[in-house]
């Protein structure tokens, strides 16, 4: 596996980022002042996209922009632009990671739309909402926000979380307004990460363009063996992944993808997530934290590789070892695996699930590294999610893992999941004190008390 | 990396994040607008709760119960609930943060506990309404009550800690 083709990112890659640093300076002063080297940033993009399909639309939009005509559509189809050089950075590094490990680039399925369904017309209202406030931070931009720009927002968001249909809106609008929140009200010129926010607005916003049609998807009836799974957080929300092998009868193994997530609030972490998450998938949460396989019957595949998880679809099988069963179907992993819808594609959102035999960990303490055949990838320190399942110190002490490739900041990492073999017997992996409703007995008890405190004063307010 | 790869980082993990606590006494601290505000049991009766806040800055605070009511022992410093919601406020935080969100003149490097803190609140108490406080406690508790979900959610792989 020449994992040493990842040294250098593609060249294409390299030229839409500089685009984006050059783009991402109006959102910084906002987009209300504009100035000269902010407009040449603008018109190169408008360049960039000369002959596409966005073409006509982006010129009209940053026409606009520039003599100050504030629409919200202006800003959907400018953060249509921001995210459309972002996908194509992920096509160009999806194909690089696919030569290096040897596998075919993953795809979305073409699967026949089902019935549409009618969509409640206040989810239009809340989603013109949220576009006119993202507006608004992009006039103001992110250097100049007052509390005045931020709380107000608040009221939105509650709608929005109201509706399951949104989850993937209430998601990261929760996050990136808590974000935003940590930083305003600031004294002084405040620190903030601009090409992190500037990825969250235009996700944000494009996520808001229209109201989310339910996932195409069919059944699938097979052995479910999680390979590994990640935890990802906010103050606010919390998700775990599971990624494993699908076997269906008569079919190769295929790889899948299942996602649980509940809403949270900030003292409620480590074990505590237990019994809320496995309120969306105990039985998703015990067939990891045990190594159990899933005997799944008419659970729901989106064309993206996604399992809608459902328990009543799932029964816990037979023990077996993860390591094993990721060396076999990762060393020349199936073209079918999880992939990124088309608007979705974004570098860091990649993730593809790897194995590693005979790693060594070397580096220094923040800064560690992953060599394996020759080839040596920085660890994912930001990815390493504060748990106790997981410590770095077993990941050095171990030789083989399942983990994600991932991208971000210019470079390829590596984000173990599960590490075992070495001097240690059994694996140690993300979400294994998570299984077998084991945070209902927590010594903090933050959960149960403020669900007493919930259930009370929300039934007598009401 | 280089400079510009650094700014590149579309994930980074939070440099300040609250950390987990018991909530029986203090069931909700939070950083919000400006103050530090929560919601403090009473400790007579059970049904009763008191709103405090400190104000980031002038260092106004104050105490009443959720329908307005001042606190008995509200007088020219902060009360027993004040002073919980700070014990409280640097478990969940950490006093460093908490002095600078509310610009306080405590040194960070050596400052650990409430009593540290308290001790450079300058202002006085200053009434604001309880219920704009009361309500964001409701919000906060609604998080727990929401249904959860198995819907694919590409925009978590943002959020780390």
């Known amino acids: ?462 | 990396m280089t400079a510009a790869a650094t700014s590149r980082r579309s994930v980074i993990r939070p440099p300040s994040l609250a950390r987990p606590r018991k909530v029986d006494k203090v069931p909700f601290v939070e950083l919000y607008a400006g103050r530090l505000q929560g919601v403090v049991s009473s400790g007579s009766d059970e049904d009763r709760v008191y709103v405090s806040y400190f104000e980031s800055g002038s260092g106004n605070f104050f105490c009443s119960t959720n329908n307005n009511r001042p606190c008995g022992g509200l007088r020219g410093s902060p009360c027993k609930h004040l002073q919980a919601l700070m014990t409280e406020a640097v478990l969940q935080y950490g006093a460093p943060r908490l002095i600078n969100y509310l610009s306080l003149g405590a040194d960070p490097a050596t400052a650990r506990a409430a009593y540290d803190l308290l001790r450079f609140i300058k202002g006085g108490p200053h009434k604001v309404e309880a219920g704009m406080v009361f309500s964001r406690f409701l919000t906060y508790l609604h998080h727990v009550g929401l249904p959860s979900t198995t819907l694919p959610i590409p925009e978590m792989n943002w959020f780390v800690r």
């Open chain 1, 1 to 462: 596996m020449p994992l040493t083709d990842l040294t250098t990112p593609p060249a294409a890659a390299a030229e839409a980022a500089a685009l984006l640093d050059r783009l991402d300076q109006s959102f910084s002063g906002g987009f209300a002042r504009l100035h000269g080297e902010h407009l040449d940033a603008l018109a190169s993009l408008g360049r960039a996209f000369s002959g596409t399909p966005l073409a006509g639309a982006l010129g009209e939009a940053l026409e606009g922009i520039s003599r100050s005509e504030f629409l919200d559509r202006h800003f959907l189809v400018l953060a249509a632009a921001r995210a459309a050089l972002q996908g194509a950075q992920h096509d160009a590094l999806a194909a690089q990671a696919a030569g290096a490990l040897g596998r075919a680039v993953a795809k979305p399925e073409e699967i026949p739309a089902s019935a549409v369904q009618a969509v409640p017309p206040q989810i239009e209202v809340w989603l013109e909402s949220v576009r006119h406030w993202l507006m608004e931070l992009g006039l103001a931009g992110f250097a100049n926000l007052d509390v005045n720009t931020l709380l107000p927002f608040q009221a939105t968001l509650d709608q929005v979380e109201s509706e399951p249909r949104l989850g993937r809106h209430a998601a990261l609008l929760g996050g990136f307004l808590d974000e935003l929140l940590t930083v305003f009200p600031a004294r002084g010129t405040p620190e903030f990460p601009l090409f992190r926010w500037a990825d969250l607005w235009s996700r944000a916003m494009v996520l808001s363009a229209r109201a989310p049609a339910p996932a195409h998807t069919y059944t699938v009836s097979g052995e479910l063996r999680i390979l590994g799974a990640d935890l990802r957080q906010h103050e606010t929300f919390a998700t775990l992944v599971a990624f494993g092998s699908l076997r269906e009868k008569g079919k190769p193994a295929r790889l899948v993808r299942a996602t649980i997530s509940a809403f949270k609030v900030d003292v409620i972490q480590g074990e505590e997530l237990g019994p809320l998450l496995a309120d969306a998938g105990a039985t998703l949460l015990d067939g990891l934290a045990q190594s159990k396989a899933l005997q799944l019957s008419d659970m729901a595949l989106t064309a993206t590789g996604d399992l809608l998880w459902s328990d009543k679809a799932a029964k816990l099988g037979a023990a077996f070892d993860p390591l094993a069963e990721a060396a076999e179907v990762l060393k020349a992993a199936p073209a079918a695996r999880p992939s990124l819808a088309a608007a979705d594609r974004h570098p860091a959102l990649l993730e593809e699930l790897v194995y590693l035999a005979g790693y060594k960990v070397g580096g220094k303490e923040e800064a560690l590294t992953i060599t394996v055949d020759g080839a040596t990838l920085p660890l994912d320190h930001d990815r390493f999610p504060e748990t106790d399942d997981l410590a770095l110190i077993e990941v050095k002490a171990c030789s083989e893992m399942v983990a994600l490739l991932r991208f971000d900041a210019d470079r390829w990492t590596l984000q173990p999941l599960l590490v075992g073999g070495g001097a240690k017997k059994k694996p140690k992996f993300i979400g294994a004190s998570l299984g077998g409703g084991k945070g209902k007995k927590s010594k903090l008890g933050a959960l149960s008390t403020l669900k007493e405190r919930s259930s009370k004063l929300l039934r007598k307010k009401s």
